[in-house]
């Protein structure tokens, strides 16, 4: 039995803004349903919906940050129309490429001037604000996140009229009123709302978890460059990984983002807790063995693309369709 | 209505049968989304608790989460009925058959 894949694209639609990597109950839940008949239409509704509520969920955690922000930007907004209306600062008669060795120096200045603030106030550089806000790393109080945030919304804001205005002659209203809202949206909005990453993988009572991988599991075939497939049983393959699953080689096999599923799975099986259990009954490939083989799964990908599509654009449509239909029931 | 899907469902309660559960008595689809949305503030208040279950190859081996409603919870849902029962009760309406 080879389960059905649901649309890759909904499912880095739910990782990215559906925070079923905080939640993975909720994925299971979904490719549960999925397996169990749910057509893709179904999977990528309920994608949409889980998506609104990671997204009012971030938004409501992370309000009093987004105010300020908001705020700041709106304050700077008022002092450079402020400056605007006064034709300041004006513009630089000279050559394009003095502008640009202007435009350059700014932005040096302005990232020097910025790391120092950084520096001065949270001790980093080049903080995440957003995952220090929500207290996922570091130690500076809220209160001075949030104005830091404020303040960096308000002079990055400042700082990029004041360089257009030095460069380019002089822009209308609805110019500026537009350079203002991209601005807004692509350099503070935006990255402010950047997900925090995944909390630590909770821990699963379960004694045996390879038994949780039914008989019927497909086995991992692996194509080596010489042509030739190796076939890894489901039992000796858990084992392997078992035996081996150390940190390194997560990161060997994670590290591969198109591995595949049932690697993926095993390998998320053979957690910490089940390490000393499995040891035991271990006698399988070496960690290097191992890796080496994961290395050429991911170069090809999947041996269904390998063996069924060898013609370049049946295996792009058919990598459109597990894009955006997954594998058909 | 997740509370009361909670209590018929007993033990056995996790993501997928509490939506079947709401979808078979309501007639309704439910978003499993939005079903996890009510149940974390459901938690949140102290109204329901959760355990990690076991992972399923099918699953892509992830836990599923089993849901169990507290005393708390079960004292919400009766107060909630009789709320419901005194709102209905006497609704000139619904006693002409109107509605």
Not at chain 1, 12 to 33: F, H, I, K, M
Not at chain 1, 247 to 270: A, C, M, P, T
Not at chain 2, 20 to 42: D, N, P, Q
Request: net charge positive.
């Amino acid at each position: 039995m080879i389960f059905r894949r649901p649309p890759a694209l909904a499912n880095w639609l739910l990782d990215r803004l559906g925070c079923t990597r905080r939640n993975p109950a909720l994925a299971g839940d979904l490719l549960e349903e999925f397996r169990s008949g749910r057509s893709a239409a179904w999977y990528w509704r309920q994608t949409l919906v889980v998506v609104a509520n990671g997204i009012s969920n971030s938004g409501a955690g992370l309000r009093p940050y987004l105010l300020a922000l908001s705020a700041a930007y709106v304050a700077q907004f008022v002092v450079t129309l402020a400056l605007w209306s006064r034709n300041s600062p004006h513009a630089l008669h000279v050559s394009g490429w003095t502008k640009f060795g202007v435009w350059l120096l700014m932005q040096f200045v302005y990232w020097g001037y910025e790391s120092l603030v950084n520096q001065l106030v949270v001790g980093t550089r080049s903080p995440n604000l957003t995952q220090m806000y929500c207290a996922v790393e570091g130690d500076a109080p809220r209160s001075t996140i949030v104005a830091l945030a404020a303040y960096q919304s308000f002079s990055l804001g400042l700082a990029s009229y004041c360089l257009c205005a030095l460069i380019f002659p002089r822009f209308s209203l609805p110019g500026l009123v537009a350079a203002e809202m991209t601005w807004f949206v692509l350099w503070v909005f935006a990255p402010a709302l950047k997900r925090p990453p995944a909390l630590p993988a909770e821990t699963v009572e379960d004694e045996q978890p390879w038994l949780a991988i039914p008989q019927s599991e497909p086995v991992l075939a692996v194509i080596l460059p010489s042509g030739r497939t190796i076939t890894l049983e489901r039992q000796s393959l858990a084992r392997s990984v078992f035996v081996a699953a150390d940190e390194d080689l997560i990161k060997v096999v994670f590290g591969h983002r198109r591995s595949l599923e049932l690697l993926r799975r095993v390998i998320w099986l053979g957690g910490r807790r089940s390490l000393s259990y499995i040891q035991e009954r271990a006698e399988s490939l070496s960690l290097a063995e191992l890796a080496a083989l994961i290395e050429e799964t991911a170069r090809t990908k999947s041996i269904i693309e390998a063996g069924y599509y060898p013609n370049r654009r049946e295996s792009f449509r058919q990598r459109l369709k597990l894009w955006f239909c997954g594998d058909s029931a | 209505m997740v509370l009361l899907a909670l209590i018929r469902l007993g033990e056995d309660a996790y993501g997928v049968p509490i939506c079947h559960e709401i979808e078979k008595r309501s007639g309704r689809e439910a978003a499993l989304g939005s079903v996890y949305a009510a149940l974390e503030r459901l938690e949140e208040k102290g109204l329901v608790t959760s355990r990690l279950g076991e992972s399923t190859a099918v699953r892509g081996g992830r836990a599923k989460r089993y849901f169990r409603v507290t005393a708390q919870g079960v004292r919400g849902v009766r107060q909630t009925q009789r709320a419901l029962t005194n709102l209905w009760r006497g609704l000139p309406e619904l006693d002409q058959g109107l509605a």
